[in-house]
Protein backbone atom coordinates (compact mmCIF):
# COMPACT_ATOMS: atom_id res chain seq x y z
CA UNK A 1 0.00 0.00 0.00
CA UNK A 2 2.83 2.71 0.85
CA UNK A 3 4.96 1.73 -2.14
CA UNK A 4 1.41 1.96 -4.05
CA UNK A 5 1.02 6.03 -2.24
CA UNK A 6 4.34 6.65 -2.99
CA UNK A 7 4.37 5.87 -6.72
CA UNK A 8 1.07 7.93 -7.45
CA UNK A 9 2.45 10.92 -5.85
CA UNK A 10 5.45 10.76 -7.71
CA UNK A 11 3.10 10.30 -11.16
CA UNK A 12 1.12 13.33 -9.69
CA UNK A 13 4.55 15.45 -9.24
CA UNK A 14 3.78 16.05 -5.54
CA UNK A 15 6.51 15.68 -2.72
CA UNK A 16 5.54 13.25 0.22
CA UNK A 17 5.30 14.93 3.48
CA UNK A 18 6.89 11.61 5.09
CA UNK A 19 9.93 10.92 6.81
CA UNK A 20 11.42 7.83 4.33
CA UNK A 21 10.46 6.66 0.91
CA UNK A 22 7.05 4.50 1.31
CA UNK A 23 6.63 5.17 4.84
CA UNK A 24 3.22 7.21 5.07
CA UNK A 25 2.47 6.59 8.76
CA UNK A 26 4.21 9.42 10.59
CA UNK A 27 1.88 11.85 8.62
CA UNK A 28 0.87 14.30 11.29
CA UNK A 29 -2.00 15.19 9.10
CA UNK A 30 -3.06 11.39 8.44
CA UNK A 31 -2.75 10.70 12.44
CA UNK A 32 -4.53 13.25 13.70
CA UNK A 33 -7.92 12.28 11.50
CA UNK A 34 -6.76 8.62 12.90
CA UNK A 35 -6.61 9.79 16.03
CA UNK A 36 -10.42 12.04 15.64
CA UNK A 37 -12.22 8.83 14.04
CA UNK A 38 -10.70 7.03 17.16
CA UNK A 39 -11.96 8.99 19.50
CA UNK A 40 -15.47 10.01 17.88
CA UNK A 41 -16.50 6.72 16.23
CA UNK A 42 -14.41 3.57 17.82
CA UNK A 43 -14.42 4.43 21.29
CA UNK A 44 -17.62 6.65 21.96
CA UNK A 45 -19.90 4.31 19.80
CA UNK A 46 -18.63 1.23 21.02
CA UNK A 47 -18.43 -1.56 22.09
CA UNK A 48 -18.96 -3.23 18.80
CA UNK A 49 -20.04 -6.47 18.26
CA UNK A 50 -18.25 -7.65 14.91
CA UNK A 51 -16.01 -5.78 11.63
CA UNK A 52 -19.45 -5.34 9.78
CA UNK A 53 -20.60 -2.73 12.84
CA UNK A 54 -17.22 -0.89 12.49
CA UNK A 55 -16.90 -1.05 9.32
CA UNK A 56 -20.34 0.30 8.81
CA UNK A 57 -20.05 3.06 11.41
CA UNK A 58 -17.04 4.13 9.68
CA UNK A 59 -18.71 4.42 6.51
CA UNK A 60 -21.06 7.00 7.82
CA UNK A 61 -18.62 9.04 9.57
CA UNK A 62 -16.54 9.46 6.34
CA UNK A 63 -19.66 10.79 4.75
CA UNK A 64 -20.52 13.12 7.48
CA UNK A 65 -16.87 14.43 7.76
CA UNK A 66 -16.75 14.79 4.25
CA UNK A 67 -19.74 16.14 3.56
CA UNK A 68 -21.81 17.52 7.00
CA UNK A 69 -18.82 18.40 9.06
CA UNK A 70 -19.47 22.23 8.93
CA UNK A 71 -15.98 23.66 8.71
CA UNK A 72 -15.52 27.17 10.60
CA UNK A 73 -12.42 28.43 8.38
CA UNK A 74 -14.27 28.25 4.64
CA UNK A 75 -17.39 29.65 6.07
CA UNK A 76 -19.30 27.12 7.99
CA UNK A 77 -19.71 25.11 5.13
CA UNK A 78 -18.62 21.38 4.53
CA UNK A 79 -15.64 20.45 2.77
CA UNK A 80 -17.40 18.75 0.29
CA UNK A 81 -19.72 21.87 -0.69
CA UNK A 82 -16.57 24.26 -0.57
CA UNK A 83 -15.05 21.95 -3.27
CA UNK A 84 -18.10 21.78 -5.08
CA UNK A 85 -17.94 25.66 -5.29
CA UNK A 86 -14.08 25.32 -6.30
CA UNK A 87 -14.83 23.21 -9.46
CA UNK A 88 -17.91 24.75 -10.19
CA UNK A 89 -16.62 28.58 -10.34
CA UNK A 90 -13.51 28.57 -9.54
CA UNK A 91 -10.53 29.86 -7.00
CA UNK A 92 -12.06 33.31 -7.11
CA UNK A 93 -15.62 32.20 -6.24
CA UNK A 94 -14.82 29.70 -3.65
CA UNK A 95 -12.71 32.05 -1.13
CA UNK A 96 -14.68 33.38 1.94
CA UNK A 97 -15.55 36.85 2.21
CA UNK A 98 -16.01 37.51 5.52
CA UNK A 99 -16.97 34.58 6.75
CA UNK A 100 -19.63 33.67 3.81
CA UNK A 101 -18.71 31.68 0.92
CA UNK A 102 -19.93 33.77 -2.29
CA UNK A 103 -21.15 30.87 -4.56
CA UNK A 104 -24.27 30.10 -5.49
CA UNK A 105 -23.36 26.46 -5.51
CA UNK A 106 -23.69 26.00 -1.72
CA UNK A 107 -26.87 24.69 -0.15
CA UNK A 108 -27.79 24.39 3.16
CA UNK A 109 -26.72 21.37 5.13
CA UNK A 110 -28.49 19.46 7.31
CA UNK A 111 -26.37 18.02 10.58
CA UNK A 112 -26.82 14.40 11.73
CA UNK A 113 -25.68 12.31 14.73
CA UNK A 114 -21.84 13.49 14.34
CA UNK A 115 -22.94 17.45 14.13
Known amino acids: MSIRYTERL ?3 NIEA ?3 SV ?3 YDNALAETINGLYKTEV ?3 RGPWCN ?3 VEFATLEWVDWFNNRRLLEPIGNIPPAEFEKAYY ?3 IAS ?3 NNGSLTSNCISKSV ?3 FG
Request: glycine letters at 12%; hydrophobic letters at 25%.
Open 88 to 90: CHG
Open 42 to 44: VRH
Open 22 to 24: GDS
Open 51 to 53: IDD
Open 17 to 19: SVG
Open 94 to 96: ASC
Open 10 to 12: AEA
Open 111 to 113: PNK
